[in-house]
């Protein structure tokens, strides 16, 4: 059993708000699951007393968001390491490694990007300035048309839609070479918002409309 450690002194609040913190994120590497994170194992762990967590974090769900928004500060670090000459490559880099970054924290991925946000999501904003951001350069070099926001959205979502099935379903016949297959899925989804909007859009024929009018949802 953890020692309990001795009164903080004054001014050593943010110290004990890492320890906290410190001891949390190592619950949820060795336990695999936010599950295993309340506040009485987080206590204990780092040898405080249970009312010491709750004079940092308001609740359970309080200190889970702070312990794993900490992976996500290394997110645009990340971004930045990935640039080159051309954007276009770049954003191909960084799609590439936001997969790989998520696969290495699926714990915190889970927590912050696959659970029904009723407010505003730090980890969501941060991945949305950043794939926008490269995005809007792609845009004013002419390797990409359209609005950066929206064509943000679109790649995002085939990555996410990548990362969350590696996550919640590791029992699928996924490839052994797993990092061939992220290339060609980024790599895919980048053609495809890039070619898109140089085609003609097709629009959905009156007939097709005038069926699915009559088409209800069960």
């Given amino acids: 059993m953890a020692s309990r450690r001795v009164r903080a002194n004054p001014g050593q609040g943010a110290r004990l708000r890492e320890e906290i913190l410190d001891a949390a994120e190592q619950l949820l590497e060795s336990s695999g699951s936010e599950d295993a994170l309340t506040v009485r194992a987080v206590a204990a762990a780092a040898g405080v007393s249970t009312p010491s967590v709750y004079l940092h974090f308001a609740d359970r769900e309080a200190l889970l968001e702070a312990v ?7 997110l645009e ?12 490559h770049s954003l191909g880099r960084f799609g590439r490694a936001y997969v790989k970054f998520a696969l290495a924290h699926p714990v915190q991925y889970r927590v912050l990007l696959m659970r029904r946000s009723s ?7 941060t991945c949305f300035r950043l794939i926008t951001d490269a995005i809007a350069t792609c845009v004013a070099t002419g390797s990409m048309q359209g609005d950066p926001g929206t064509l943000a959205l679109q ?10 099935l590696l996550i919640t379903q590791p029992h699928l016949p996924w490839p052994e070479d797993l990092d061939a297959f992220i290339d060609d899925t980024i790599r895919m989804a980048g ?7 140089r085609l003609p859009q097709v629009r959905t024929s009156p007939e097709l409309t005038t069926a699915l009018e009559g088409v209800h949802a069960p």
């Fill in 77 to 88: 670090d990340l971004f930045h390491r990935c640039q080159v000459t051309d954007p276009f």
């Fill in 191 to 197: 053609f495809g918002v890039a070619l898109q909007a």
């Fill in 119 to 125: 407010s505003e999501n730090r980890a969501a904003t």
């Fill in 155 to 164: 790649l995002w979502s085939a990555a996410h839609g990548c990362v969350s």
């Fill in 68 to 74: 794993c928004i900490r992976v996500w500060d290394e």
